[in-house]
T-cell receptor, first 114, second 111 residues
Framework: AQRVTQPEKLLSVFKGAPVELKCNYS??????LFWYVQYSRQRLQLLLR??SRESIKGFTADLNKGETSFHLKKPFAQEEDSAMYYC????????????????FGKGTKLSVKP | NAGVMQNPRHLVRRRGQEARLRCSPM?????VYWYRQLPEEGLKFMVY????????ESGMPKERFSAEFPKEGPSILRIQQVVRGDSAAYFC?????????FGPGTRLTVT
């Protein structure tokens, strides 16, 4: 079964501390993995995707196919990072080149304290 | 570009009434996706549409739910004879080809 698991419902860290939001997935093929973020009173937006291998707002995520994980990391958390973070997967190049449906985890609420 | 628009933002319906949720994709986007988020849950895929076509409705409940994306106008998610369990946030996303851009959602409350 296709599934995305985010084991932590809430993660609380102090400003300047490292942060790691965990994501594990279950999928039989080769999925594309994403992290989405939702700041307070804002819409869901893409943070990063594994195929681009970018670092956005200091966040990185490495796809580990052996462990089927895609953990999100940042070495020094900032207060403005406080938000809901969702890990998601999609089959690559489904439906004639367009991304198909996304399968989301339940999300982790990150709280960065001053 | 104003982004994906959804209306209404909040919708209250009594049990048995119909709910119509609208989604206007970003300009130039021909792919629309609907997701539902129940309390304490992640977003769950419902349906994927292109103009005048349903591509994938594997996440849609078999009864009472329907979706369309006409040649002109917004995409509509329609829920007939709503029940309390339909209370949720409904999100629409649009895509040109690849990355999905999300709307602000419609929060449906069934009383």
């Amino acid at each position: 079964a296709q599934r995305v698991t985010q084991p932590e419902k809430l993660l609380s860290v102090f400003k300047g501390a490292p942060v790691e939001l965990k994501c594990n997935y279950s999928y039989s093929g080769s999925p594309e993995l994403f992290w989405y973020v939702q700041y307070s009173r804002q819409r869901l937006q893409l943070l990063l995707r594994h195929i681009s291998r970018e670092s956005i707002k200091g966040f990185t995520a490495d796809l580990n196919k052996g462990e089927t994980s895609f953990h999100l990391k940042k070495p020094f958390a900032q207060e403005e990072d406080s938000a809901m973070y969702y890990c998601a997967l999609s089959p690559i190049l489904n439906y004639g080149g367009s991304q198909g449906n996304l399968i989301f985890g339940k999300g982790t609420k990150l709280s960065v304290k001053p | 570009n104003a982004g994906v628009m959804q209306n209404p933002r909040h919708l209250v319906r009594r049990r048995g009434q119909e709910a119509r949720l609208r989604c206007s994709p970003m300009k130039g986007h021909s792919h629309v996706y609907w997701y539902r988020q129940l309390p304490e849950e992640g977003l769950k895929f419902m349906v994927y549409l292109q103009k005048e076509n349903i591509i994938d409705e594997s996440g849609m409940p078999k009864e009472r739910f329907s979706a369309e994306f006409p040649k002109e106008g917004p995409s509509i998610l329609r829920i007939q004879q709503v029940v309390r369990g339909d209370s949720a946030a409904y999100f629409c996303a649009s895509s040109p080809r690849g990355e999905q851009y999300f709307g602000p959602g419609t929060r449906l409350t069934v009383t």
